[in-house]
């Protein structure tokens, strides 16, 4: 089928460009932006299990965002020449060094732009996306940045003018949790075999309580 020749194409195009560092082996305490803003515990899964990045790439709303975010970056890679890379910011957690990778969609020496692509209207734009175009500031010192969520009816554009801290994203790496957010456990492909799951977790908890009640 051409299906899958197309798919396994965009599979290995899409792993070579970001995310031949899982399979490299990635340096202890470094971590790029959008690991930071997720669940530990997927995180760790995900490094363990490089592999299982393709289970994230290959479904029709990720294809859809991923050829969003490649066209894009050719339309205006005059205006991000020089600033298209990959930027790096090292903060102190009690005591350990941590090195922070990011890549930013668009950045033209001033600008930040992040896109997001969804099916569904937007009211809001996601706590979890808003950090990470501050982080994105904090990461290239740009002064200004903007989300904009790419659906089939309607572009939304949010401005964000405050860019993380230093303080912020201590905090961050210090208070990282497994989930995040509980949200995360119902799309997480490792629900099944995590012991944080929100899920597993209520479940352990009911079952000590209805224990400890008899």
Known sequence: MITHELLSKLARYYIDKYFSWLFQGPRENQFAVY?????RSKVMFTRSLPYTIVNTIISPSSIIGMLLHEGFGV????ECAGYCKIYSKEVEVDGVRYIINGWPDYYDGRKIIELKYTGHPVKEPEHKHVQQ????????????????YITPR???????????????????????TSPRDPSECSQCMFRSVCPYCVDKVEKREQATQDRESR
């Open 154 to 176: 309607k572009v939304y554009e949010f401005e964000i003018t405050d860019p993380m801290t230093d303080t912020e994203v201590v905090e961050l790496l210090r208070n990282w």
């Open 75 to 78: 339309v205006f890679s005059e």
């Open 133 to 148: 175009v501050r982080m994105y500031m904090w990461l290239t010192d740009a002064k200004i940045g903007y989300l904009l």
């Open 35 to 39: 690991e930071v803003l997720e669940c």
